[in-house]
């Protein structure tokens, strides 16, 4: 009996989707592969995103070799009727987003298995959920249970070391008077013969206004195979991670990687699993490689964010997607749209949107108090704002970007999932980094000339919001504040002529 094809997507490109050991299909199942154009068309993605996908899938269907039928169509449903004619006896792995499922669920003879790639099974974080009280439903909480159930970095019953959150040594300011860390640098790839059809591919589609990419696309910087990807986690791990944990929330203007793993495209694109990057920065510490606080810090990056966000995504539902507490309208301005940090004064966003321009990709800490922060006090419409975060960054996806952006950038749950709106003035992106000193505003002012519109922003957005956060215990005393300020007029007139200047 011959075995039903099992078809991969772009996202599911690691060995733990094709093999019978994982939940996957019989070894010897041949391998459908879909490259749709119609993707492309869609968005507008990042150009470095589109070449990473396309030279990742076109690299693993070149190691899977005769085993798989490698299509490029219009649309998936084109791909699948090249690839298999009338016959549509096939499994895949439980697809990333609510869309993809629901369009593999509307083809007859389709077996979706389990999702691959995370450490909960969907039913496990139900049962869970299901235990906890909504104010609770917290990632602290989770994480825990994750690790307790998983026995990472436990001794026994108990965390390692004797607690379980060591952020409080995670949260050192960048070195002062050093450009850049101490630290080796992160793994980079070699381009071949596959990453130029990409790039030759992506300038034809272009050139014949098929598609339209917005960011630059330099020479590779992520890794498009397994072999690359492991490369990556083990110099990261054997060179890194000792720094990573003090600096993990730090920014350098020359420096935007710092002593990250660069791992979330590789995780994203199914390339690693989550329990061997975990289990391999645990090991690190336990055989005296590198300090707690950093493995505990990238372990809660790995098991607990990214685990609670995939879990979110799916639990909340799809009208979380619409979700506008802050009832937010504002569209994004030209300038963000695509990319022009030229045209920005305020050196720490025109540093960040340089780095997305470029290369697609920036820490956690531009995305949420750079980024997100701008786009949460100026007001911007949150499902346009999750939209650009998924087309711009290297590593993302629906299921990545909707409980980050909706939820932890631009509080449009509410506080369903985080206790409060995270932005600030420029006294904290003064504390942690370098990109005020050269800046034409001032941290410290909040109006007039040398202005920050970080500070004056901050202040503005809790003026516009004062009713619905005084309640929030986390921000009454910062909206308490408001009534000591004695240039909040001039300051709110300032911020309204500004509308959707760049700043």
């Not at 009996?1 to 093999?19: A, I, N, Y």
């Not at 009454?476 to 200047?501: I, N, P």
Request: glycine share 8%; net charge neutral.
């Amino acid at each position: 009996m011959t075995s039903r094809p099992h078809w991969l997507f772009g996202d599911q490109l690691g060995p733990h989707f094709v093999d019978p050991r994982h939940g996957g299909p019989d070894v010897q199942a041949p391998v459908v592969m879909v490259e749709a154009r119609s993707v492309f068309r869609r968005r507008r993605f990042h150009r470095a995103k589109a070449h990473l996908v396309l030279s990742a899938m076109r690299h693993r269907a070149a190691e899977l070799g005769d085993r798989v039928t490698y299509v490029r169509a219009e649309t998936y449903r084109e791909g699948l009727e090249k690839a298999l004619g009338k016959r549509r006896e096939l499994t895949v792995c439980h697809p990333t987003s609510r869309p993809a499922l629901e369009f593999v669920r509307s083809l007859d003879g389709v077996e979706v298995l389990p999702a691959k790639g995370f450490l909960v099974p969907r039913k496990d974080f139900a049962a869970w959920a299901g235990r906890t009280e909504k104010p609770t439903l917290r990632m602290e909480n989770f994480y825990r249970w994750v690790r307790t159930g998983h026995d990472l970095l436990m001794d026994g019953e108990n965390p390692a070391g004797g607690t379980w959150n060591l952020d409080h040594d995670n949260r050192e300011p960048p070195p002062r008077g050093r450009e850049r860390l101490d630290v080796e640098g992160p793994w980079e790839p070699r381009e071949d013969e596959i990453d130029e059809e990409v790039r030759r591919d992506l300038d034809r589609w272009e050139k014949d206004g098929d598609v339209s990419f917005v960011g630059r696309d330099g020479p590779r910087r992520f890794p498009a195979t397994r072999r690359q990807a492991l490369a990556a986690l083990r110099r990261f791990v054997e060179y890194r991670l000792t720094d990573f944990g003090p600096y993990e929330d730090a920014m350098l203007a020359a420096d935007p990687v710092m002593s990250h793993s660069l791992l979330s495209a590789s995780l994203n694109l199914g390339l690693l699993d989550p329990l061997e990057c975990v289990e391999r920065a645990e090991k690190a510490w336990r055989d005296g490689d590198a300090p707690l606080n950093s493995v505990e810090g990238f372990v809660r990056q790995i098991a607990g964010w990214r685990e609670y966000v995939w879990h979110l995504y799916w639990h909340f539902g799809e009208d979380y997607r619409e979700r506008n507490a802050l009832k937010h309208t504002t569209p994004l301005p030209e300038w963000f749209l695509e990319l022009d940090a030229d045209a920005v004064t305020a050196n720490c966003l025109s540093t960040v949107l340089a780095q997305v321009r470029d290369t697609g990709w920036t820490h956690h800490i531009p995305r949420l108090m750079v980024l997100g922060s701008r786009a949460l006090q100026d007001g911007w419409d949150p499902a346009a704002v999750t939209d650009w975060f998924h087309r711009c960054f290297v590593d993302g996806y629906d299921w990545v970007m909707l409980p980050n952006v909706v939820g932890m950038s631009q509080y449009a749950d509410g506080g369903r999932m985080t206790t409060k709106p995270y932005t600030s003035g420029g006294a904290y992106i003064n504390r942690m980094s370098d990109l005020c000193g050269p800046c034409a505003y001032r941290p410290t002012e909040r109006t007039g000339e040398r202005a920050c519109p970080y500070t004056a922003g901050y202040w503005a957005f809790l003026h516009r919001h004062r009713t619905a956060l005084a309640g929030n215990h986390r921000m009454a005393r910062a909206v308490q504040g408001l009534d000591r300020l004695k240039d909040l007029e001039e300051l709110l007139k300032e911020t309204s002529r500004r509308g959707d200047a760049a700043p």
